[in-house]
């Protein structure tokens, strides 16, 4: 009873109302900012609430420690527990964490061929049965047109949804194309069937959906990433 109040009040929920239902199985999701404006607070609390609704998730990290990702979901879940006064937090942390893996590689170590046999020995042959993988620091720019593809079938095949970051390193109107595409990812375009970007405001960040499968894309989301907690929160 506690959790069906915190999936059904969490914001994530406006956001699948504007991207009819989000990126779906076999679908590839990205989430493009600058850095340092929230992306991986945004892939967490995406991650915590799919792990409230009793689903698995696998956390791929290409930038930081597995340590520093545990923080980052430590803090998330206090911020949801400390807002929906949650009682039993403790008990509700530790059922949750229990459908949770981080996994670290080096990008310019391995390739996304080995990643993706590593994800599936612990689908498979680990019995972690995943349906999102979150890839967080995974560089674009470094990528081959190939390994977005190689993503994306391995998303079909396996009947999950991948969510990638994607930290945009230009400035200025240039670095985007006339359909808000940023620059970077024009490249990989086929591929993706959900496109956020984050941007910075004076008191938020603002949530945009770019593309959204075939749809007519929502624009502008009545969300935003509050600074202070860095949650996404609706828009009083």
């Known amino acids: 009873m ?3 109040h915190l999936i059904t009040r969490s914001p994530l929920r406006v956001f699948e109302d504007a991207t009819h239902g989000g990126p779906g199985k076999g679908a590839v999701a990205v989430l493009a900012s600058p850095k ?69 590689f080096k990008q310019d170590g391995m390739k996304t061929e080995q990643v993706l046999r590593s994800l599936e020995a612990m689908i498979t ?15 674009f720019g470094l990528a081959e047109s190939a390994d977005l593809v190689r993503f994306k079938e391995f998303a079909r095949r396996m009947g999950l949804e991948i969510w990638f970051s994607a930290s945009l390193k230009e400035t200025g109107g240039a670095s985007f194309g006339p359909d808000g595409m940023p620059a970077l990812l024009a490249p990989h375009a086929g591929q993706i069937d959900v496109l956020v970007t984050l941007q910075a405001k004076s008191d938020a ?3 945009r959906v770019v593309k959204d499968h075939d ?16 949650l996404l929160i609706v828009k009083e």
């Open 205 to 207: 960040v603002e949530i």
């Open 36 to 104: 340092g404006v929230g992306k991986t607070a945004c892939l967490v609390h995406i991650a915590t609430d799919k792990l409230f609704q009793g689903k698995s998730v696998i956390h791929v990290s290409y930038a930081s420690r597995v340590d520093y990702i545990i923080t980052w979901y430590e803090d998330i879940f206090k911020e949801i527990a400390k807002n929906h006064r949650l009682r039993d937090a403790v008990a509700v942390h530790d059922e949750i964490i229990k459908n949770r893996v981080i996994m670290n």
């Open 215 to 230: 749809n007519p894309p929502a624009g502008i989301l009545p969300l935003k990433l509050d600074p202070k907690t860095l």
């Open 125 to 139: 042959g680990g019995k972690f049965n995943a349906e999102t993988i979150i890839v967080d620091g995974y560089d």
């Open 2 to 4: 506690i959790k069906k």
